[in-house]
Nanobody, 127 residues
Framework: QVQLVESGGGLVQAGDSLMLTCAAN???????????MGWFRRVPGKEREFLAA????????YYRESANGRFTISRDNAKDTLYLHIDNLIREDTADYYC?????????????????WGHGTWVTVSS
């Protein structure tokens, strides 16, 4: 099963941009490019919120409706790495950000479909 490690979080100012990284370790198993990947975030006490998903070959992307163009998901299969770029950060973006891996394209916002999760990287946006 693929192991995922997020990084890139921290304390940022409102209006800044941030790039989050999710490094995947597939071991001796299947290629990273065979996984659909997604980004979610969670504020303590609230449900995990879907942000974006990307297909294995990177050609298909899907974002939550209220993303307002501020989130960009991408991947580098040669590096087994997933990215999330966030523009114009606002206080409401303060959360723990997670990446997840699953076997198929579709039903992106259902976190129960994801096979593996990282431990998260915390982002705090100050104004």
């Amino acid at each position: 099963q693929v192991q995922l490690v997020e990084s890139g979080g921290g304390l940022v100012q409102a209006g800044d941009s941030l790039m989050l990284t999710c490094a995947a370790n597939t071991g001796s198993g299947r290629s990273f490019s065979t996984y659909t990947m997604g980004w979610f975030r969670r504020v303590p006490g609230k449900e995990r919120e879907f942000l974006a998903a990307i297909s294995g070959n990177g050609k298909n992307k899907y974002y939550r409706e209220s993303a307002n163009g501020r989130f960009t998901i991408s991947r580098d299969n040669a590096k087994d790495t997933l990215y999330l770029h966030i523009d114009n950060l606002i206080r409401e973006d303060t959360a723990d950000y997670y990446c997840g891996a699953k076997n198929f394209w579709g039903r992106h916002s259902d976190y129960n479909d994801y096979l593996s999760w990282g431990h998260g990287t915390w982002v705090t946006v100050s104004s």
